[in-house]
T-cell receptor, first 117, second 116 residues
Framework: AQSVAQPEDQVNVAEGNPLTVKCTYS??????LFWYVQYPNRGLQFLLK??????LVKGSYGFEAEFNKSQTSFHLKKPSALVSDSALYFC???????????????FGKGTHLIIQP | DSGVTQTPKHLITATGQRVTLRCSPR?????VYWYQQSLDQGLQFLIH???????AKGNILERFSAQQFPDLHSELNLSSLELGDSALYFC???????????????FGPGTRLLVL
């Protein structure tokens, strides 16, 4: 079975500072990793994904994520936080062996990111 | 805007009732996924349809069922509703399972179900 852990329920960062939202995963086979963001009363918006290749993935709104196979981690990062980045962030995984690609995503519990002015 | 639409936005009903949630995928997408988001269980995958056929089941209750129609829209049917079924129900779409697990799923705005 595959799983995702987001160890922090909440991350507080001052505006302009770098931010990191942590994610670790467990999956059989090659992992496909995703980050989504959810604003209040809205659906999930796709930020970025790792499939293969370069371990540093760049995504929307200046976000990037670093894939680390040995630590089974996929942390989300941004060099300079904005107040508008405040939202709920979800890490998700899909294993390359999971149902031939038919299974849905397995999500972490989410991390509330709060950017303080 | 992801291009995925869901109706209705809100639904209030009583225990024991049956409801139908509707999802229209992005233009050209053949796969539709349904997810449930609740405070207790977080975001859980329910079921996946590809081009009209069921492809995978997740944590979907027997009281719940889904289908995908020839025009590729999908409906999630929830019956014998219980208080615990109150949740946000999302659908997501992607190009198609033939591309494997690499595909990005694009989510709709969700239907918020309240069972009283």
């Amino acid at each position: 079975a595959q799983s995702v852990a987001q160890p922090e329920d909440q991350v507080n960062v001052a505006e302009g500072n770098p931010l990191t939202v942590k994610c670790t995963y467990s999956v059989s086979g090659n992992p496909y990793l995703f980050w989504y963001v959810q604003y209040p009363n809205r659906g999930l918006q796709f930020l970025l994904k790792y499939i293969t290749g370069d371990n540093l993935v760049k995504g929307s709104y200046g976000f990037e994520a670093e894939f680390n196979k040995s630590q089974t981690s996929f942390h989300l990062k941004k060099p300079s936080a904005l107040v508008s980045d405040s939202a709920l962030y979800f890490c998700a995984v899909r294993g390359g062996n999971s149902g031939g690609g038919a299974d849905g995503l397995t999500f972490g519990k989410g991390t509330h990111l709060i950017i303080q002015p | 805007d992801s291009g995925v639409t869901q109706t209705p936005k809100h639904l209030i009903t009583a225990t024991g009732q049956r409801v139908t949630l509707r999802c229209s995928p992005r233009s050209g997408d053949l796969s539709v996924y349904w997810y449930q988001q609740s405070l207790d269980q977080g975001l859980q995958f329910l079921i996946h349809y590809y081009n009209g056929e069921e492809r995978a089941k997740g944590n979907i209750l027997e009281r719940f069922s889904a289908q995908q129609f020839p025009d590729l829209h999908s409906e999630l049917n929830l019956s014998s509703l219980e208080l615990g079924d109150s949740a946000l129900y999302f659908c997501a779409s992607s190009v198609g399972v033939s591309s494997g697990g690499q595909e990005t799923q694009y989510f709709g705005p969700g239907t918020r179900l309240l069972v009283l």
